[in-house]
């Protein structure tokens, strides 16, 4: 082989360690858990000849009224904080954009709610929404409204809601701010000397510009949310009722609760296609790199 074919060889070498991490670390789980998906299998149990179901835990599965009430819960959930985040941590970022004292500090707290562990998370919101020592409680008091609010099923969602906002909001103003500090400053200036209002540059000029960028956001926050777990196991289990069970918690409980890893691996699969589709749906709408590349 001459020299140029060698050449042509040496970045796929360098690229192969990479793509072995990633076919160990990522696609064995998915392709054994869509094996397992055609068993029914207890905890700690192999898949054998006589445990194979075919199709029937996916028809299981989709038959549930418990799992199709959990990935509505899952789909409310996700369309709720990912709007709320997104319009907030826009606003923020717009109000934030100029060069204000103390800059560095500001984003520092910004971001120390994404830096806190998601189990933690939930405990601390567990214990402010608590309906006799918990601060939110002692606050509304004062208008002589006393709600029980985890136990309560509108209002535990609105909990579950309100903490992965506070959580996940400085991720999304983080990233707008980036994209803004990022724009071309002549083509701001431009529309202000043609006599545009700030309105008018914000919606025609900024957004534009950092779409790309907010579809990445947008597309980041709802996988995160699609899959969130840990906080609303800390604070309600998926409760009162179904009211707050997120689907992965549902696969969770499915798995290590009841045990049936066949059935959970089932569920997985249905929750991997699910976020497949609205993410290719999501790309497909508006895809950022198309943007980005036309722009």
């Known amino acids: 082989m001459n020299q140029a074919g060698q050449s042509r060889w040496i970045p796929y070498a360098f690229a192969l360690p990479a793509i072995a991490v990633m076919a160990i670390g990522l696609f064995y789980p998915i392709l054994e858990t869509l094996r397992l998906s055609f068993y029914e299998v207890r905890l700690g149990e192999a898949p054998s000849p006589q445990a194979f179901r075919g199709l029937r835990l996916f028809i299981e599965v989709l038959s549930d009224s418990a799992a199709r009430e959990s990935m509505a819960v899952t789909l409310k959930f996700a369309v709720v904080v990912c709007a709320l985040e997104l319009a907030i941590g826009i606003g923020l970022a717009l109000l934030l954009e100029g060069k204000i004292p103390g800059m560095s500090v500001l984003r520092t707290i910004f971001v120390l709610p994404m830096m806190i562990a998601p189990v933690c998370v939930g405990l ?77 540059v914000i919606w025609h000029i900024k957004l534009p510009l950092i779409m790309p960028i907010l579809m990445i956001t947008l597309l980041m926050r709802l996988i995160d949310a699609l899959r969130g777990l840990e906080v609303v196991y800390a604070m309600t289990n998926g409760g009162p009722g179904l009211s707050t069970e997120l689907f992965p918690l549902h696969i969770y409980k499915s798995a290590f609760v009841t045990q049936r890893m066949g059935h959970s691996a089932a569920l997985s699969v249905c929750l991997l296609a699910v976020t497949t589709v609205l993410s290719a749906a999501l790309l497909v709408f508006n895809n950022p790199l198309r943007r980005g590349t036309s722009s």
């Open 124 to 200: 601390i919101w567990r214990y402010m929404f608590d309906t006799n020592a918990g601060p939110i409680n002692a606050w509304v008091s004062g208008f002589g409204w006393k709600p029980a609010w985890l136990a309560d099923s509108s209002l535990a969602f609105l909990a579950v809601c309100i903490t992965d906002i506070w959580q996940f909001t400085p991720f999304v103003f983080i990233m707008a701010l980036a994209a803004l500090q990022g724009l071309d400053a002549s083509l701001v200036e431009a529309a202000r000397i043609d006599g545009a209002r700030l309105w008018q």
